[in-house]
């Protein structure tokens, strides 16, 4: 028996799980500060994380789970789904999942606690910073840089060589063919920044 800790027990965590299950666990406990029911996908639901050897952060907002991850003391797991393509040449960061459909190419460099979400491309000699979230068909060409906590929104695409902010924002489809500052709302094609916050 493999057991595995999940925090979080939302949407997320459901396909975080599932991904867990076909990685060989079959001891799963989901955990949440406040949980509003006892099971989820049959699995037990609790107020307080256990210590255990296994565990990860199951949870979609990037900023909690940095919060979390530099709070906790366990040791933290990454999960791949087994439906992926990703080269052998590349370097994936602790707590972090990737799921179905996934392509992954060489010299690729993924951070800690990131989302790589279904049917994300990432090309060759990107570098995915700690806590960045890939939503569902994400494109990233070659030699891409995205900085550390930001959010690519489903189905947005970033250009050659373009290096993208910490903490950014990239709306749904939008298309990036520029660098991107820190802290920067860029939506559209091409993109184009409609806020930008201090860091």
């Not at 299950?21 to 099971?39: A, M, R, V, W």
């Not at 279904?118 to 979230?133: K, L, Q």
């Not at 290096?163 to 489809?173: D, E, F, R």
């Amino acid at each position: 028996m493999s057991k595995l800790v999940l925090y979080g027990a939302g949407g997320h965590a459901k396909v975080v799980a599932e991904i867990a299950e076909l990685n060989g666990y079959d001891d799963i406990i989901f955990c949440e500060d406040e949980p509003t029911k006892e099971k989820l996908l049959g699995y037990e639901v609790v107020a307080t994380l256990e210590k255990t050897e296994s565990c990860l952060l199951a949870i979609g907002n990037n900023l909690t789970r940095k919060k979390l991850a530099l709070s906790l003391f366990n040791k933290f797991v990454k999960l791949i789904h087994p439906r992926t393509s990703i080269s052998i040449r590349g370097d994936i960061g602790e707590g972090t999942v990737i799921m179905a459909g996934v392509t992954i190419n060489a010299d690729v460099t993924i951070g800690k606690h990131c989302i790589i979400n279904t049917n994300a491309s990432i090309d060759h000699d990107c570098v995915v910073e700690n806590y960045v979230h890939l939503s569902p068909n994400v494109a990233l060409a070659g030699n891409v840089t995205i900085g550390e906590g930001t959010h690519v929104g489903i189905g947005a695409c970033v250009i050659q060589g373009v290096k993208v902010g910490k903490w950014c924002t990239l709306g749904a489809g939008t298309v990036v063919i520029r660098n991107v500052p820190d802290g920067a709302t860029v939506v559209g094609n091409p993109g184009r920044i409609i806020k930008q916050k201090e860091l």
